[in-house]
């Protein structure tokens, strides 16, 4: 099937992919980040109270999705997307309406279970359990949502946060966050993999099995990918979180720096979308061991970059490995664990980079607050991808036999 033939046979599908993973924006850092200096202004918060409060909330976040993300093997995702839409919106007007600083944390948790969690857990494991022969492409297309969201809500927000109040900016996403809950009941009146022959029509995974999600976790290769789980999450989250103290190390305006945005949006959609073609040619097992080494050279550029040349370098090479990570590891977990049991065990990993969300910010948020400056913390954070790309390596090329191997 060719490349215009599947996305016309199966719009409904990916548009619902599309929506979910776009207004899963709401609660992602990129997002809620745009509003940091607000609101450690409005609470008399400091770089480091704030990532405190934002660990706090995504930590226990991360512990919910281990327990509800399971659903996805149970329900269908019109039902439970919608009922996590209607979360949303309540999280948004929340986040609007809140007056004290202390009920901070219960917003955070909010709009980061039900966006950054639920929604983005939703639309990647129905794409991992609807399509097999054509997943790449099908996360390509649905992840699509995560890159647009990017690239066009911060320019806009930032630019609106000029002359409107950021609490009426916040009341405008519960509302787009609304108006999604019919849209996505109209694209899935008809879902392509019901849920009641979603085990005859699952794929298997390593040695011929089914796997559980207490098998995935007494396995050795989930335990070398739980750093390159983390990494990401941990310090692209972190990256965005700081926008605005990092905006003030390079002497740049806020504004200036979210120029870079949609640059960054782009490379992540190419890389994206020839992640996808490619894990459909040659498979995941050749390809995710190299996912993170742009990781490595963006984190060193963005600690020595000191004019616009550089700092496009290093969005160029983050947009590379944001771009691959839409794709590469939820095909991961379907091809070498099977797609049976992929909610849970999708969950699970899903929490594991929530986890890594809410690290990210609370350890560089305390680092700025005892004086180790951001541009020092990214040579550590280069560093760090060089061990994870080292892991998977060694996970992978043990683990790629097993794939064709009978029980």
């Not at 039902?79 to 999280?91: E, P």
């Not at 991961?332 to 849970?344: L, N, P, Q």
């Not at 065990?345 to 929530?354: D, P, T, Y």
Request: net charge positive.
């Amino acid at each position: 099937m060719n490349s215009l033939s599947f996305l016309r046979e199966n719009t409904p599908w990916l548009a619902a992919g599309f929506l979910m993973t776009f207004l899963s924006s709401f609660g992602q850092t990129f997002f809620i980040s745009l509003f940091a200096g607000e609101i450690r202004e409005g609470f008399g918060l400091s770089h480091g109270d704030w990532g405190l409060i934002y660990s706090l909330g995504t930590a226990t976040s991360a512990l919910a999705m281990v327990w509800v993300g399971g659903l996805t093997d149970r329900f269908r995702a019109r039902n439970l997307g919608m009922i996590i839409l209607v979360l949303l919106t309540f999280s948004c007007l929340f986040m609007a309406l809140n007056p004290v600083w202390w009920l901070l944390p219960l917003v955070i948790f909010l709009l980061r279970f039900t966006g950054q969690g639920m929604l983005s857990h939703i639309a990647v494991v129905s794409m991992a359990r609807w399509f097999v022969a054509s997943r790449g492409k099908a996360l390509s297309v649905a992840t699509l949502g995560f890159a647009s969201g990017e690239a066009l809500l911060p320019l806009l927000f930032v630019s609106l946060m000029v002359f409107v109040d950021w609490h009426y900016l916040w009341m405008v996403t519960g509302l787009i966050a609304c108006l999604g809950i019919p849209a996505l009941r109209l694209l899935l009146r008809t879902e392509r993999t019901p849920q009641s022959i979603s085990a005859q029509s699952s794929s298997i995974g390593m040695l011929s099995r089914h796997w559980t999600r207490l098998n995935v976790m007494k396995h050795w290769l989930f335990w070398l990918m739980v750093p390159a789980l983390l990494g990401p999450s941990a310090f692209n989250t972190a990256f965005f979180f700081h926008q605005v103290h990092f905006a003030d190390v390079k002497d740049i305006s806020h504004l200036q720096l979210v120029a870079y945005f949609p640059f960054y949006t782009g490379v992540s959609i190419i890389a994206m979308i020839l992640s996808g073609w490619a894990l459909d040619k040659v498979g995941t097992p050749r390809l995710i061991p190299f996912m993170q080494i742009p990781m490595v050279i963006a984190f060193g550029i963005f600690a020595y970059a000191s004019d616009g040349g550089a700092m496009f370098a290093g969005f160029l090479f983050l947009g590379l490995t944001s771009g691959f990570n839409t794709t590469l590891p939820a095909a991961f977990w379907a091809e070498f664990y099977g797609t049976r049991f992929i909610g849970s065990i999708k969950a699970m990993a899903a929490a594991i980079m929530v986890l890594g969300s809410a690290i990210g910010p609370g350890i560089t948020g305390y680092a700025i607050d005892q004086g180790v400056g951001i541009e020092t913390q990214y040579l550590g954070v280069a560093a760090y991808f060089v061990m994870t790309t080292i892991l998977m390596t060694i996970g992978v090329l043990r683990a790629r036999p097993m794939l064709s191997t009978a029980p």
